[in-house]
């Protein structure tokens, strides 16, 4: 086995780091920045964090900056940075985990309760918003 992916968490001593990975199914480190993610994405032209970029920082454990990035509502999960990945490591997946990172802001659970949110908070989120938080229910 890979040492790199069996100490990602350890290595960088980071809950968010182990979260991200927990809820994606993902190892970050495997990501060694190719790019080809962020060359092939079709809304790369519209955000201010590029796939790839969104990998490194949060390999870095950049929850703050990540969880306040446009990009992670502009992804469209074409799924198209999947599969252009060497290393297939699911990066809309990984964009997914950051999204309900966001929303569930300090639930414990990985599951977006969007009945229980007030009319005015379901009017203010994005759609990929709902659509990420059912996903979860339907995968």
């Given amino acids: 086995m890979d040492t790199t992916l069996r100490i990602s968490s350890a290595r960088t001593g980071s809950s968010f780091v182990a979260s991200i990975e927990k809820i994606s199914g993902q190892k970050l ?3 060694y920045q190719c790019g080809k993610c962020s060359a092939g994405c079709p809304m ?13 920082m949060a390999q870095l454990g950049m929850q703050k900056q990540l969880l306040a990035a446009r990009s992670i509502w502009m992804c469209v999960s074409c799924l198209t940075c999947n599969s252009r990945c060497p290393k297939d490591i699911k990066i809309a997946e990984v964009i997914e985990a950051l999204r309900r990172t966001a929303l569930r802001a300090g639930q414990r659970d990985d599951h977006l309760k969007i009945m229980e949110l007030t009319p005015e908070a379901r009017s203010v989120l ?6 990420s938080a059912m996903r979860k229910l339907t995968s």
Wanted: aromatic share 0%.
């Fill in 29 to 31: 480190l495997a990501c």
């Fill in 44 to 56: 790369a032209a519209h955000m201010d964090v590029l796939p790839n970029q969104i990998i490194r």
């Fill in 126 to 131: 994005p759609p990929i918003a709902m659509i």
